[in-house]
């Protein structure tokens, strides 16, 4: 059999991507990266917003036409598979194979049976699955829990992916073990709510380290960076701000979803956190690391969102001085407290608000990357850039980067790197060596060189 599996949203679905894909390989399948040259099509989707899930209605479109030419097996897992907006989408479509966040491990029965396979359940082997690391990668997602507790007003990821389920600290610290054994060097460390971690349904659980704890554990490893996403300011405590500061390991970098600068959005969204509490750990996170980069979500046009109220969110935004932000347009998902109970603003005030907080966003980005001109940062290199003698990288800061090519630093690599100059979404500079000299470089690929070394010319 030949598999494609498409990822839609975040990078918890990436990591299920890897692990479903690790299924198919083991039952035997072949991954393939040409769409058209697949029997089996796998859509990985994300329910947060309406996008994504337009997205995937018109990507089923084309793949209903493409089963009337060819065998082919199409597939539905994520978010969307678990809603009954998602079941409807894949009836009408006609979806063979419909796996829901709780049952990938489902995925060997569903290519077994021969007629329609539905599986929604949320299943416990998922939590102890442990998937094979990736190859030949630098980069690893772990996911260290799975589901959420909260239930902020807009949003369907409680119910997609069911209450909050910590992995068991043994599991996690295994995974890692094999990544650091594949050659991983980064890890991001996932959860819907990573500051959680440990404390299900408002218990904790017997032998679970805090999730500051697990920093210091993951930091003990012997892994080069550790990242983590997503955090919620409600569960946020300064030992995760001292946690991250006393383990080399752990990047100085945090994203802190705010949503709303207005107490009065906070409270419809029911975040349980107010602007003056999420300041409090700003500041907390800038004791510890005074250098650390922010990023975070912002909402805008939130039902009843005032004019006023979307001034606070600007203005937090300049308070706080963020590095960057995820902003999204308010949109109101059936199976949502505020979909059941609030009126949408008109299109129009929501797309105006987002045009001037992304003026904002670009701003201060355009500042903060310039200024790091003159610094040495630490860059990931993954590989070539798009540009031949070049490669790509990105800082612990998740600034992407590009360097030349040099002595020493041809391929795949943590190097440091004189920053040398900035626009306003990549740093260019030179790698260098402890001494801060930069490396001898390697001659730059040009097409004209290129021309002039080929067989061709030199007949
Ligand atoms: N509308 C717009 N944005 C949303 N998000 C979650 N639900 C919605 C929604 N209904 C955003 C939040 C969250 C991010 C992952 O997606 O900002 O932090
Ligand atoms: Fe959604 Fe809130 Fe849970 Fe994040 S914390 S997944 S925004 S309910």
Request: hydrophobic share 35%.
């Amino acid at each position: 059999m030949k598999a494609h599996v498409v990822t839609y949203g975040c990078q918890m679905n990436e990591y299920d991507t890897h692990l479903v894909q690790s299924q198919l390989v083991s039952l035997g399948a072949d991954l393939v990266e040409d769409i058209d040259s697949a029997d089996f099509v796998l859509l990985n989707t994300c329910a947060v917003r309406g996008k994504p899930v337009d997205k995937v209605r018109s990507v089923l479109g084309e793949l209903r036409k493409e089963k009337q030419k060819r065998p082919l097996v199409v597939g539905m897992m994520g978010c969307l598979a678990q809603l009954e907006e998602g079941q409807q989408i894949a009836r009408k479509f006609e979806v063979d194979v419909l796996i829901g966040p709780g049952s990938l491990l489902d995925i060997g029965k569903a290519l077994e049976s021969n007629e329609r396979f539905w599986a929604l359940n949320f299943r416990d082997e998922l939590h102890e699955h442990i998937p094979p690391p990736p190859q030949g990668k630098l980069q690893a997602h772990l996911t260290i829990m799975r589901g959420c507790d909260h239930h902020c007003t807009y949003c369907i990821v409680p119910t997609t992916r069911g209450p909050q389920v910590s992995r068991s600290p043994d599991d996690i610290l295994r995974e890692l073990d094999m990544q650091l054994a594949a050659g991983v060097r980064e890890v991001t460390l996932l959860g819907q709510n990573v500051n959680a971690y440990g404390v299900d349904q408002g218990a904790r659980l017997a032998g679970y380290p805090s999730f500051a704890d697990l920093l210091r554990m993951v930091g003990a490893s012997g892994i080069e960076r550790i990242k983590f996403t997503t955090s919620h300011p409600m569960n946020f405590t300064e030992d995760v701000a001292q946690a991250m500061a006393e383990t080399p390991a752990v990047c100085e970098f945090i994203h802190l979803p705010v949503q709303s600068g207005s107490d009065r959005v906070l409270r419809r969204m029911a975040r349980e956190y107010n602007r003056e509490k999420y300041l409090t750990h700003i500041a907390q996170i800038r004791r510890h690391m005074p250098d650390a980069v922010l990023y975070t979500d912002i909402i805008v046009g939130f039902p009843g969102e005032t004019e006023e109220d979307f001034q606070q969110t600007l203005d937090l935004y300049d308070e706080v001085g963020y590095d960057s932000a995820y902003m999204f347009i308010y949109s109101a998902r059936p199976g949502t407290p505020s979909y059941k109970h609030f009126t949408d603003l008109p299109r129009e005030v929501k797309t105006e608000r987002l045009q001037r907080l992304i003026a904002k966003q670009k701003d201060w980005s355009a500042r903060k990357f310039a200024g790091k001109v003159g610094t040495v940062q630490e860059v990931l290199v993954r590989g070539d850039a798009y540009t031949a003698g070049f490669l790509e990288g990105h800082t612990r800061g998740q600034h992407p980067t590009v360097v030349p090519k040099a002595v020493g630093a041809e391929g795949a690599g943590i190097y440091q790197v004189r920053i040398d100059h900035a626009t306003p979404h990549m740093l260019y500079g030179k790698v260098v060596d402890a001494q801060g000299r930069p490396l001898e470089e390697l001659p730059q690929f040009t097409p004209e060189a290129a021309a002039l070394s080929s067989p061709l010319q030199m007949l």
